[in-house]
């Protein structure tokens, strides 16, 4: 199974920063990695698909890059409402993946 | 609008069955596979299963394989997940979720609020 590991598994930060969380795949994934938001209590929710595709109503602030083993999500200008936990995921083999999750908390 | 509501979970004894469905409305059903990812309390996503866009291909975590098996009704726009011999382990929140591209692979896209089960004698 390819691991994803995610870091920090926590971070705070306060508003207007800008925080990035990194996601190493174990093996070359290319670009089929997806990220997600879970606020507390909610179901996940699509953020960027395909390593930096934004997906449609997510704001402009959230921004995927890398390919290969190595990504980053990057928030710019944290608002209290990214307040969540951030999930990374592969999907280039079977079975799908998660990393471990990152929780971001405003200072 | 895209809908999809979960719903058949609740608490169970350890070794007996349980049947989650999944109800979906406001696209085609027929052009997506849907997954199942589980999420037990206080942990992180963990992917399920996933059957395709028409039910021809099934695919299980290891952890399930052998005790869960996915089904879908193109005609009722339901996708089912059963769950045998059930373990303590296996209490998680169940969320279904439809591909977000036409076919069976690309992101999740989770449009419920999953349901509850809770493994315990």
């Known amino acids: 199974d390819i691991q994803m590991t995610q870091s920090p598994s926590s971070l705070s930060a306060s508003v207007g920063d800008r925080v990035t969380i990194t996601c190493q795949a174990s093996?070359?994934?290319?670009?089929?990695l997806n990220w997600y938001q879970q606020r507390p209590g909610k179901a996940p929710n699509l953020l960027i698909y395909d390593a930096s595709y934004l997906e449609t109503g997510v704001p402009s602030r959230f921004i995927g890059r890398g390919s290969g083993t190595d990504f980053t999500l990057t928030i710019n200008n944290l608002q209290p409402e990214d307040i969540a936990t951030y999930y990374c995921?592969?999907?280039?083999?079977?079975?799908?993946?998660f990393g471990q999750g990152t929780r971001v908390e405003i200072k | 609008q895209v809908q999809v509501v979960e719903s058949g979970g609740g608490v169970v004894q350890p070794g007996r069955s349980l049947r989650l469905s999944c109800a979906a409305s406001?696209?085609?059903?027929?052009?997506?596979?849907f997954h199942w990812v589980r999420q037990a309390p206080g942990k992180g996503l963990e992917w399920v299963a996933l059957?395709?866009?028409?039910?021809?291909?099934?695919y299980f975590a290891d952890s399930v394989k052998g005790r869960f098996t996915v089904s879908r009704d193109n005609s009722e726009n339901t996708v089912h997940l059963q769950i045998d011999t059930l373990r303590p382990e296996d209490t998680a929140v169940y969320y279904c979720?439809?591909?977000?591209?036409?076919?069976?692979?690309?992101?999740?896209?989770?449009r419920g609020q999953g349901t509850r089960v809770t493994v315990s004698s």
């Open positions: 406001g696209f085609v059903f027929s052009s997506y596979g």
């Open positions: 059957i395709s866009h028409d039910g021809s291909k099934r």
């Open positions: 995921q592969q999907y280039d083999n079977l079975p799908w993946t």
């Open positions: 093996q070359d994934i290319r670009n089929f």
């Open positions: 979720a439809k591909t977000r591209n036409f076919g069976d692979y690309g992101a999740f896209d989770f």
